[in-house]
């Protein structure tokens, strides 16, 4: 690779090489195609071997272009990093973020949904983040850190204020409201742990399965839990912002 430097600006030779590889390095990068599939390589690489294995060099490879075009899409690995943590964590909370102060759906509804929206996006394209998440978040900067703890945490609030609707409403037993929270987010985290596509039941059964679990954990009645069996999750229309990084 060679290096030029143009009214002080440097360009790289392969420019060609990298555009016939797809690898446009005049995009932009936040909106980038390209840098969406890198992401999806990294995350696959950082499942597989761990973020201290896994290099720009095996992310290029697998993407197929070259090292150095990485860098005119993340800074560093570390970057990489926290954008594959931040979309998964941004994707989950975007999607259920209008449930804390819905009012007018059901409890037991709004719980179903989270379930739904975690599953799909626990099991989909990202699932190995979590595993991700749990091991590596710790290399990152302080500040991205309680930005993802952040989220994480605003998820957490969104299932703790459903929950002290359902008890409001005479659906849920009183309980303590955090501790509750903290087991129906601990099992549905666990999840991709140790699901298995192939395995005895599929990803919706098991879903439906944790969602009434966790309703009975509750002291939901059995009536209620029926009533709502075949209910489809509700949703909203999102905008998701962008990735705001130290």
Known sequence: MTLINVSGHCHYFFDDFLSQKGCDVKTEK?????RKKLLVKART??????????TIKDIAIAYGCEPANIYNYFKSKESILYAVLYEETQSLVSKIRFLKDDHATSPILQIKTLFEVHGEVALGAMKPGKLIYDTELWRLSKNNQIKLIQMRDEYDAILRAIIKRGIAAGLFKKTDVSLAAYAIVSTIMRLRVWYKPKGRLS??????????????????????????????????KLTLPKPNED
């Open 30 to 34: 936040t909106e980038s195609p390209i």
């Open 45 to 54: 690489l950082f499942g597989q071997k761990g973020y201290s294995e896994t």
């Open 203 to 236: 990803k919706n059964e098991i879903i439906r399965i944790l969602w009434v679990f966790s309703l009975r954990a509750l002291g939901c009645d059995e009536k209620h839990i029926a009533n709502y069996s075949t209910a489809k999750p509700i949703s909203a």
